[in-house]
């Protein structure tokens, strides 16, 4: 294990403190405990300060909150006011209804390799499990660790499949070195579920805001444009795990491909200019 690797895990929120309660139990959990946290508010709610502020008497990791006007869906402005406020050598991006693994920390961390981004995936979980999480019935810790022996059931409450991605494996496991690794198709970035060097995203220069709320800024831009200065990427599906909480999609937010988003990836725009800094 990599044990001086100073990691910022940045957490993209809106307004779900809930959730975001569950995320900070899951990381008082981490094996791995070198490690901040950026709760990166696309807003700046009054409730949201009140929160932090007693999550930083209640845990004893760092945890920084950067904020923003509250204008519409701006993840991508959001995410780098936490990569610009993040002094971790490694970034680890997750969104703001994704509960982690207690290994969530130390398998990505074991994973970072310099000339490569690491991307995962992760449970989505059905109504009955996420009421449960959301009304204490069910603890994070509980859930991972009981994941085998509840599997069919999380995965008839699922309604959106995936439940095969919570069998996780140590990277220094004989299933992850001579199964997992060999994988040969392409791993898709998932925004909510990745990490890379702060030094790589600075090279892009982070989140391209010009694309708004297009669901792509969030992995599909991150993902080609780390590829174009020269970088690989490296699963961690099954490895590092997180499960996400049941929500009804936001139709509005269709994955489609804007035509600013194709026309700089022809152009081959890999740096953006309204990024972490404004060029």
Same mark, same amino acid.
């Given at each position: 294990?990599?044990?001086?690797?100073?990691?910022?895990? %940045?957490?993209?929120?809106?307004?779900?403190?809930?959730?975001?309660?569950?995320? =900070?139990?899951?990381?008082?959990?981490? +094996?791995?405990?070198?490690?901040?946290?950026? %709760?990166?508010?696309?807003?700046?709610?009054?409730?949201?300060?009140?929160?932090?502020?007693?999550?930083?008497?209640?845990?004893?990791?760092? %945890?920084? /909150?950067? +904020?923003?006007?509250?204008?519409?869906?701006?993840?991508?402005?959001?995410?780098?006011?936490?990569?610009?406020?993040?002094? &971790?050598?490694?970034?680890?991006?997750?969104?703001?209804?994704?509960?982690?693994?207690?290994?969530?920390?130390?398998? /990505?961390?074991?994973?970072?390799?310099?000339?490569?981004?690491? &991307?995962?995936?992760?449970?989505?979980?059905?109504?009955?499990?996420?009421?449960?999480?959301?009304?204490?019935?069910?603890?994070?810790?509980?859930?991972?660790?009981?994941?085998?022996? !509840?599997?069919?059931?999380?995965?008839?409450?699922?309604?959106?499949?995936?439940?095969?991605?919570?069998?996780?494996?140590?990277?220094?496991?004989?299933?992850?070195?001579?199964?997992?690794?060999?994988?040969?198709?392409?791993?898709?970035?998932? &925004?909510?579920?990745?990490?890379?060097?702060?030094?790589?995203?600075?090279? %892009?220069?982070?989140?391209?805001?010009? =694309? &708004?709320?297009?669901?792509?800024?969030?992995?599909?831009?991150?993902?080609?444009?780390?590829?174009?200065?020269?970088?690989?990427?490296?699963?961690?599906? !099954?490895?590092?795990?997180?499960?996400?909480?049941?929500?009804?999609?936001?139709?509005?937010?269709?994955?489609?491909?804007?035509? =600013?988003?194709?026309?700089?990836?022809?152009?081959?725009?890999?740096?953006?200019?309204?990024?972490?800094?404004?060029?």
């Amino acid at each position: 294990m990599k044990i001086d690797l100073k990691v910022s895990v %940045i957490i993209a929120v809106y307004k779900d403190t809930e959730a975001l309660d569950l995320i =900070l139990e899951s990381l008082s959990y981490q +094996t791995y405990k070198q490690f901040e946290v950026v %709760i990166a508010e696309d807003g700046e709610s009054e409730v949201m300060r009140q929160f932090v502020s007693e999550a930083r008497k209640k845990y004893d990791f760092a %945890i920084k /909150h950067t +904020t923003q006007k509250d204008r519409g869906i701006r993840k991508s402005a959001s995410q780098n006011n936490g990569i610009r406020a993040a002094d &971790g050598e490694y970034l680890l991006f997750i969104d703001g209804d994704c509960v982690l693994y207690s290994t969530f920390v130390e398998y /990505h961390v074991a994973l970072a390799e310099k000339g490569f981004f690491v &991307g995962g995936r992760r449970v989505n979980l059905g109504p009955k499990y996420s009421t449960m999480l959301r009304k204490k019935e069910l603890y994070p810790l509980d859930l991972e660790k009981k994941f085998v022996k !509840n599997f069919f059931d999380i995965s008839k409450d699922s309604l959106e499949s995936h439940t095969e991605e919570g069998f996780s494996f140590s990277p220094s496991s004989f299933v992850y070195k001579y199964i997992l690794s060999k994988r040969k198709k392409k791993l898709a970035l998932l &925004g909510c579920n990745f990490g890379c060097f702060k030094e790589d995203m600075e090279k %892009i220069n982070g989140f391209d805001e010009d =694309l &708004g709320d297009a669901a792509v800024a969030a992995d599909t831009d991150i993902q080609w444009r780390l590829e174009a200065i020269g970088l690989q990427i490296k699963s961690c599906k !099954n490895v590092a795990n997180q499960f996400h909480l049941y929500h009804k999609k936001d139709e509005s937010q269709e994955r489609a491909y804007p035509a =600013l988003f194709l026309a700089k990836k022809e152009k081959n725009e890999y740096i953006c200019k309204n990024g972490i800094r404004k060029l």
